[in-house]
């Protein structure tokens, strides 16, 4: 390998590692801040404790969460300039315009409000209390929504002129970069995406506390309501957040096929052009030569995802990389993208995705009835007990062991998704760091040497393990402790007329 390969492989390897560490956050931040939002709206408007003790717990999860994606999001701004100057440089003015506005106007709605809302349990009234969540809610969207600009303009640049005289693109249309397709449709499929992923990580959760319930005579009836509410919940939120997460990864597919057709070629590892084509669910053999020894195939499902009709051709890899080739110059083998990591990234975020789907369709459907055990009613003898119907010991739905492990662990396989879901963007979109105007090779900073590459790669990895078992220590710590029901909601709503000489000098009170 020469230096320059190296060069670009350490700076592709260290944003790589960095950006899909982040993003396993992001959709928790996202999907939870609404929910949270959800749960206190439900107290707001009923006073019932079980959301009062949900809110609470969900949301203390929450903030967990989106402290480590705010600490590990700020690298992702310092990437531009330690290993990819030359891009910044060049696309400086219009990607970093989507940017500016996240910072701006998004994480100002996180960080100002989330503030209130932490300290402000019996300081704010009820309503204002829960706007504060709800506005940290639209923040975690917004900020999703400019990133993803950004995002969506490297993989279809619209919305910009070259300035002759500096050779840098210049923004001319803010509104294209906010608005085009591209981004409406990634947008709408992270979003969904995230709602499942949220959804996943309560059903594990809500599982894992409401087995332990179903094993014990000592079950604490509160903690029990809140769990069972929040299972319900979030089952149907899984299964319209997957409903939605397949749809518009369709709306997605079809405008991939007409602004990236490389990038659907390779996802299926199609080397030669087929009608109709079709869509292999597993491959046994190297798919980077095209030989494979065993297929499983469904006909024209790859046509169907590309232009909405079973029998229309799909390009192969090798006519669109010597297509490029003639656009762009070069050789056709330049313009192909890693095909083993396509392939199988874009099998595997489907595979798991889907999954957290059926999970939830599969425990929505089970949870229909709620007809369980109550633990005075056991018994130890071969009588069979007797199925009986309580306001405190619905304790969920399934009836084995098996089923609650299922959905403890389907709490992870979004995440798996969404990971793969980023490398198979990313990585299909190569060699382009801006599709059709830079290649990632001509995007890294010439003044960054291998040694400093190699040293900020081996730190950042060390640093994020480190971070990664301090995170995961903290969820579980909290997450296995479940609600703390001794606590109780505000007596009385708080006012903003002042406070009383009485609790003039009464510490703030913390959500946490």
Same mark, same amino acid.
């Given at each position: 390998?020469?230096? $320059?390969? &190296?060069?670009?492989?350490?700076?592709?390897?260290?944003?790589?590692?960095?950006?899909?560490?982040?993003?396993?956050?992001?959709?928790?931040?996202?999907?939870?801040?609404?929910?949270?939002?959800?749960?206190?709206?439900?107290?707001?408007?009923?006073?019932?404790?079980?959301?009062? %003790?949900?809110?609470?717990?969900?949301?203390?999860?929450?903030?967990?969460?989106?402290?480590?994606?705010?600490?590990?999001?700020?690298?992702?701004?310092?990437?531009?300039?330690?290993?990819?100057?030359?891009?910044?440089?060049?696309?400086?003015?219009?990607?970093?315009? !989507?940017? $500016?506005?996240?910072?701006?106007?998004?994480?100002?709605?996180?960080?100002?409000?989330?503030?209130?809302?932490?300290?402000?349990?019996?300081?704010?009234?009820?309503?204002?209390?829960?706007?504060?969540?709800?506005?940290? &809610?639209?923040?975690?969207?917004?900020?999703?929504?400019?990133?993803?600009?950004?995002?969506?303009?490297?993989? %279809? !640049?619209?919305?910009?002129?070259?300035?002759?005289?500096?050779?840098?693109?210049?923004?001319?249309?803010?509104?294209?970069?906010?608005?085009?397709?591209?981004?409406?449709?990634?947008?709408?499929?992270?979003?969904?995406?995230? /709602?499942?992923?949220?959804?996943?990580?309560?059903?594990?959760?809500?599982?894992?506390?409401?087995?332990?319930?179903?094993?014990?005579?000592?079950?604490? !009836?509160?903690?029990?309501?809140?769990?069972?509410?929040?299972?319900?919940?979030?089952?149907?939120?899984?299964?319209?957040? =997957?409903?939605?997460?397949?749809?518009?990864?369709?709306?997605?597919?079809?405008?991939?096929?007409?602004?990236? !057709?490389?990038?659907?070629?390779?996802?299926?590892?199609?080397?030669?052009?087929?009608? +109709?084509?079709?869509?292999?669910? /597993?491959?046994?053999?190297?798919?980077?030569?095209?030989?494979?020894?065993?297929?499983?195939?469904?006909?024209?499902?790859?046509?169907?995802?590309?232009?909405?009709?079973?029998?229309? +051709?799909?390009?192969?890899?090798?006519?669109?990389?010597?297509?490029?080739?003639?656009?762009?110059?070069?050789?056709?083998?330049?313009?192909?993208?890693?095909?083993?990591?396509?392939?199988?990234?874009?099998?595997?975020?489907?595979? /798991?995705?889907?999954?957290?789907?059926?999970?939830?369709?599969?425990?929505?459907?089970?949870?229909?009835?709620?007809?369980?055990?109550?633990?005075?009613?056991?018994?130890?003898?071969?009588?069979?007990?007797?199925?009986?119907?309580?306001?405190? %010991?619905?304790?969920?739905? /399934?009836?084995?062991?098996?089923?609650?492990?299922?959905?403890?662990?389907?709490?992870?396989?979004?995440?798996?998704?969404?990971?793969?879901?980023?490398?198979?963007?990313?990585?299909?979109?190569?060699?382009?760091?801006?599709?059709?105007?830079?290649?990632?090779?001509?995007?890294?900073?010439?003044?960054? =040497?291998?040694?400093?590459?190699?040293?900020?790669?081996?730190?950042?990895?060390?640093?994020?393990?480190?971070? &990664?078992?301090?995170?995961?220590?903290?969820?579980?710590?909290?997450?296995?402790?479940?609600?703390?029901?001794?606590?109780?909601?505000?007596?009385?709503?708080?006012?903003?007329?002042?406070?009383?000489?009485?609790?003039?000098?009464?510490?703030?009170?913390?959500?946490?």
């Amino acid at each position: 390998m020469d230096l $320059a390969v &190296a060069h670009e492989t350490i700076a592709r390897w260290q944003f790589g590692i960095t950006t899909v560490y982040h993003f396993l956050f992001v959709p928790l931040t996202i999907s939870l801040a609404a929910i949270v939002a959800g749960l206190e709206t439900a107290w707001v408007r009923t006073g019932k404790e079980k959301y009062f %003790h949900a809110t609470k717990f969900w949301g203390k999860l929450f903030l967990i969460n989106i402290a480590m994606g705010v600490v590990t999001g700020i690298v992702q701004e310092f990437q531009f300039g330690m290993n990819w100057s030359d891009y910044s440089r060049f696309v400086g003015d219009v990607f970093g315009a !989507p940017l $500016a506005m996240e910072a701006l106007i998004a994480f100002f709605f996180e960080s100002t409000f989330i503030g209130l809302w932490i300290f402000g349990w019996d300081r704010l009234p009820k309503k204002i209390h829960c706007a504060c969540i709800w506005m940290v &809610a639209i923040g975690t969207v917004l900020s999703a929504y400019f990133i993803l600009a950004a995002n969506s303009w490297m993989q %279809h !640049p619209v919305g910009y002129a070259i300035d002759p005289a500096t050779g840098k693109a210049q923004l001319t249309d803010i509104a294209r970069v906010l608005f085009q397709d591209t981004t409406l449709v990634v947008v709408f499929h992270t979003l969904t995406a995230a /709602f499942l992923t949220g959804a996943a990580f309560m059903v594990g959760i809500s599982s894992y506390h409401l087995w332990k319930a179903k094993r014990t005579s000592t079950a604490d !009836p509160k903690k029990t309501a809140a769990m069972r509410t929040s299972l319900r919940i979030a089952l149907v939120i899984a299964v319209i957040a =997957g409903l939605g997460t397949a749809l518009s990864g369709d709306s997605l597919a079809k405008v991939m096929f007409k602004q990236q !057709p490389m990038k659907m070629a390779a996802a299926e590892a199609l080397w030669d052009t087929q009608t +109709p084509a079709p869509f292999s669910i /597993f491959a046994v053999g190297n798919v980077n030569d095209g030989h494979n020894s065993v297929e499983l195939e469904v006909p024209g499902i790859l046509s169907f995802l590309a232009n909405s009709n079973f029998s229309s +051709p799909v390009p192969g890899i090798n006519d669109t990389a010597a297509a490029e080739a003639a656009k762009y110059g070069g050789q056709p083998t330049d313009y192909i993208p890693n095909i083993f990591v396509t392939y199988w990234g874009f099998r595997l975020m489907i595979g /798991f995705g889907m999954t957290s789907f059926l999970a939830g369709l599969v425990g929505l459907w089970t949870t229909r009835r709620k007809l369980f055990l109550a633990p005075e009613h056991r018994t130890t003898s071969s009588e069979v007990p007797k199925l009986m119907l309580t306001k405190h %010991h619905e304790l969920g739905p /399934f009836l084995t062991k098996w089923s609650w492990r299922i959905g403890i662990l389907t709490m992870g396989f979004p995440l798996i998704a969404n990971s793969f879901g980023w490398i198979f963007t990313e990585m299909g979109r190569q060699p382009w760091a801006v599709f059709g105007l830079m290649t990632t090779a001509n995007a890294v900073s010439p003044n960054v =040497g291998v040694t400093t590459q190699v040293i900020a790669l081996s730190t950042f990895t060390l640093l994020y393990a480190v971070l &990664a078992v301090i995170e995961v220590k903290l969820l579980v710590k909290y997450a296995k402790a479940g609600p703390v029901t001794s606590e109780q909601p505000p007596a009385q709503d708080p006012t903003l007329r002042g406070s009383s000489s009485d609790d003039a000098d009464k510490p703030l009170a913390f959500a946490y």
